[in-house]
């Protein structure tokens, strides 16, 4: 088990019921879990999770890798919201 997964499991989370993972630096994003792209501008993009969208605003943004449930996107990102449903 994985750090982050010892983690979630800790904190009573099922990291297998929809929960994503997302990774945050000066000028990235990583995010795990990611079922689809449901939009993509150089200002947002929105990605499908599991169960709802995970929606990131910025600058300039790449979404630079997308497979195998993974996604980076890269630009100068301003936040993400995630949107449950």
């Not at 890798?65 to 993974?70: A, E, H, R, V, W």
Request: charged share 30%; no cysteine; glycine share 14%.
């Amino acid at each position: 088990m994985d750090f982050v997964n010892s983690v979630l499991f800790r904190l009573g989370v099922d990291a297998g019921a929809g929960a994503y993972k997302a990774v945050i630096a000066e000028s990235y994003g990583y995010f795990e879990n990611i079922k689809g792209i449901k939009s993509y501008s150089e200002e947002e993009i929105v990605l499908f999770l599991k169960k709802g969208e995970l929606s990131v605003r910025g600058e300039k943004l790449i979404l630079k890798k997308f497979g195998l449930g993974d996604a980076v996107i890269v630009g100068k990102i301003d936040g993400f919201e995630v949107k449950r449903g």
